[in-house]
């Protein structure tokens, strides 16, 4: 018998427990196959959960989640819950206090899957973000004055520290060596206008650069990369860049590897606990339907393996997933696959199985 993982599950709100149950059902197969094993344990948090206790994330399950050696995130949001107070309390609170400094999200279009992108197929977009996950504008620093009063302030500061930018870049080329195919980053960022923050990420950026000399580097600001995003998606290997612009490039990469029923990303702390979530929201209006596309999970359930370094199973379940999008699936739209959630669960299962060998 090989390796337990211990690994938390955190289905969530809407039809995040549906999605979770179809990762879990594919993780458990390839364990099976793969003849390692998962022990994992389910936490109920999410906006039903908040609604009943006024809890989001306790600090003792802050400190039962380290424990673990990965968290398997569904979807967090409730239509009941005002907007901030999950996001905070949960996802932003994991993600600081297991200091999961990067947020990982590959970008990659998979054969059969449509895209916006007019003449782009699967071998033009295939790259990866590498998002700063702890810092930037996410702090939360700064704060009203006057408030509520014609003279009115508000001020929210963006903190980069010397530290934090460094280990994300120092994560982002050692990511790029690794995947080893164009071997180029592209930190993304403004230097044009915002001189002190993206000084620091670039002076560090060609500081370190030359720790990798096999890594070519690639400068663009983040409005530039927003076009070539869709006009040359092809440049991109692995882009680096920080918080708040990595939010929005990395919804602009969703979009363009065919929308959020793929899009999966990982929250990642190298030494700790990382977590993996479809990134698409509780779709609340597809609950219990059994009709919402379950493959971000999936995907998000193959980072994960892969992580734990389970890598030949994360690309088996990957290669599942890429046949399911070729051969099988009409769209990748809830209600419009042709298939229910559970049977897009049994394809990927299906394809695992009939490769095991
Ligand atoms: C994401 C989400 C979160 C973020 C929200 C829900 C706080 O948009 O994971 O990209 O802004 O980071
Ligand atoms: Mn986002």
């Known amino acids: 018998m090989g390796t337990t993982y211990r690994v938390a599950v955190v289905p969530g709100d809407g039809t995040g427990p549906e999605v979770t149950a179809q990762a879990e059902r594919v993780l458990d197969v390839a364990a099976e196959l793969g003849g390692f094993a998962l022990d994992k344990q389910e936490f109920g948090f999410g906006g039903d959960y908040y609604l009943k206790t006024g809890e989001t994330l306790p600090d003792s399950a802050i400190d039962e989640l380290r424990q673990f050696q990965a968290i398997l995130l569904g979807a967090i949001g409730h239509p009941d819950v005002k907007p901030g107070i999950l996001e905070k309390g949960i996802l932003l609170k994991a993600r600081f206090e297991l200091d999961q400094y990067v947020n990982l999200r590959p970008v990659k279009l998979y054969p059969g899957v449509a895209t916006p992108l007019k003449d782009k197929g699967p071998e033009h977009v295939d790259f990866v973000v590498v998002r700063e996950n702890t810092e930037g504008l996410y702090c939360g620093a700064g704060g009203f004055h006057k408030k509520g009063t014609p003279d009115e302030v508000a001020v929210q500061e963006s903190i980069n520290t010397r530290k934090g930018v460094e280990r994300c870049l120092r994560f982002a080329f050692e ?77 602009l990469g969703a979009m363009i590897q065919g929308g959020m029923g793929i899009a999966a990303g990982g929250n990642i702390n190298p030494a ?7 990134i698409g929201g509780s779709a609340p209006k597809y609950t219990g339907q059994n009709i919402i596309n379950p493959l971000a999970a999936i995907c998000a359930g193959s980072m994960l393996l892969d992580h734990l370094g389970e890598t030949q199973w994360a690309t088996r379940i990957e290669d599942a997933v890429k046949w399911v999008t070729a051969e099988k699936l009409q769209s990748l739209a809830a209600g419009r696959m042709g298939y229910s959630t559970s049977e897009v669960g049994d394809l990927v299962i299906q394809h695992l199985r009939d490769h095991a060998g």
């Open 175 to 251: 990511y790029c060596q690794r995947r080893n195919q164009a071997n180029k980053l592209t930190l993304c960022g403004k230097t044009n206008v915002l001189t002190f923050a993206f000084d620091l990420w670039e002076r560090t950026f060609n500081e370190i650069g030359g720790d990798y000399p096999g890594v070519e580097r690639d400068y663009a600001h983040v409005d530039a990369t927003c076009m070539w995003m869709v006009k040359n998606p092809e440049w991109f290997d692995v882009i680096v860049t920080d918080n708040m612009f990595g939010d929005i490039i990395t919804d």
């Open 272 to 278: 700790g606990v990382s977590m993996f979530e479809p």
